[in-house]
């Protein structure tokens, strides 16, 4: 079966509710937050339902994302693909895909043992095969991906991450369990959990466990395991764990997840001047800062588009030409495909007075925002004629003045 044939879309509609009912006439246009997929699995032997969320830039670009794999995807994927989207939009972390599961047997597939009292658990290795072996495969596959991926799991889905993390410690490379329900089958998977941390197995990156108010089990599960990291984690480990007072077992969530995926990519965010509300840094720190964070994520990243070119326009409006010019050229290279970059770098050349480069530039954004559908497409056809102008208008009084 063809990825087309099992695409459906899957759309969330945001309205506002007066008083009185919306005619037709005013109908709003429907906000796609994602898309809804049927994957096939024969490790499951049944068809899995995803939700899928790509970044805004993902049509414009050949950019590849990292992607955070969730379970629970009817209850915890809309605020969690919202909560990267307003992370990103923010500068504290780069874009990401965000991949969904839902439930079909949730005790069955996120147990890592078999209690008694429940018939159908203990099908957490068999979920980790659907995961390994089918859903990462699919999804890197069909989407431009980059090699780091994230996995969040809440209660049983904690307890899991846990589990993913110890039993396919190469699968993940940062993980977020929100009130791991360690407690399972007499607590029997915490002993293996401690002694895993405490040894040289780990693989994974970056940790980040929470709980709210949610009793005595829960805190006391989560200290040991705190315990362990504190002694003896390992070196390539960064971890916290954080406790969210008036949050209960289901609303701790969203808080959970958006400081986990703030802690996971700390640093991301270029340092500002509060005096001045400016971004700070020259253009070699900058590449010093990113080349730390790519070490440090164990994959290649590059600043951030629209941070660089911020700091491209404040040196454009001190004067700063050298410095306008290195951060612009900078952007064109590491974003070709960007039309507003070369638009950006378009104005600092005309700044400095080389037109024929600016036009060089300018026409350039013009041709990718054609291709890509840029809203500004026209503002870029606009500087480039200013630019043809400016020259046509050398070219005539040259001659004058000799």
Do not use: C
């Not at 992607?67 to 992370?87: G, I, K, N, P």
């Not at 500002?272 to 990113?290: C, N, Q, S, W």
């Amino acid at each position: 079966m063809t990825r087309r044939k099992l695409l459906a879309a899957f759309v969330i509609v945001f309205a506002t509710f007066a008083t009185f009912a919306p005619s037709a006439a005013n109908a709003g246009t429907p906000l796609v937050a994602g898309e809804r997929l049927g994957l096939p699995s024969k490790v499951m032997g049944e068809e899995r339902t995803l939700f899928v969320s790509v970044p805004d830039s993902y049509a414009r670009t050949t950019r590849r994302y990292p992607v955070l794999y969730l379970t629970d995807a009817e209850t915890q994927f809309e605020h969690t693909s919202a909560t990267a989207r307003f992370l990103a939009r923010n500068f504290f972390m780069p874009e990401v895909i965000v991949v969904g599961v839902t439930n079909t047997d949730r005790t069955r597939d996120l147990s890592p043992s078999r209690d008694p009292k429940f018939p159908t658990s203990g099908g957490a290795d068999r979920f980790l095969d659907f995961l390994e072996k089918e859903l990462v495969p699919f999804v890197e596959s069909g989407y431009r991906t980059a090699p780091y991926r994230i996995f969040a799991g809440h209660s049983a889905g904690g307890n899991f991450a846990f589990h993913a993390m110890r039993v396919r410690p190469d699968l993940f490379q940062a993980v977020i369990a929100v009130s791991p329900w360690l407690v399972w089958d007499d607590r029997k998977g915490l002993a293996p959990l401690t002694a895993f941390l405490s040894g040289g197995g780990v693989k994974t990156r970056a940790l980040f466990f929470t709980s709210g108010d949610e009793g005595d089990a829960m805190r006391d599960v989560l200290g040991k395991v705190s315990a362990a990291l504190k002694t003896t984690a390992p070196s390539g480990l960064r971890w916290e764990s954080a406790n969210y007072p008036g949050e209960n077992h289901g609303s701790v969530v969203l808080p959970s997840h958006y400081a986990a995926l703030r802690m996971i990519f700390d640093g991301w965010s270029l340092p500002v001047d509060p005096a001045t509300e400016r971004i700070v840094g020259t253009l070699g720190e900058v590449k010093k800062r990113y080349a730390g964070l790519s070490e440090r994520l164990g994959y290649t990243v590059t600043a951030p588009e629209l941070s660089v070119n911020r700091l491209g326009y404040q040196a454009l409006a001190q004067k700063n030409l050298p410095a306008a010019l290195s951060f612009f050229r900078y952007n064109a290279e590491t974003y070709p495909e960007s039309a507003n970059v070369h638009d950006s770098l378009g104005d600092a050349l005309e700044a400095s007075g080389s037109l024929e480069d600016a036009l060089a530039s300018f026409s350039k954004a013009a041709e990718l925002g054609g291709k890509s559908g840029d809203p500004n497409t026209g503002i870029f056809k606009a500087n480039a004629d200013r630019v043809r102008l400016r020259l046509a208008m050398q070219a005539v009084e040259t001659p004058a003045r000799r």
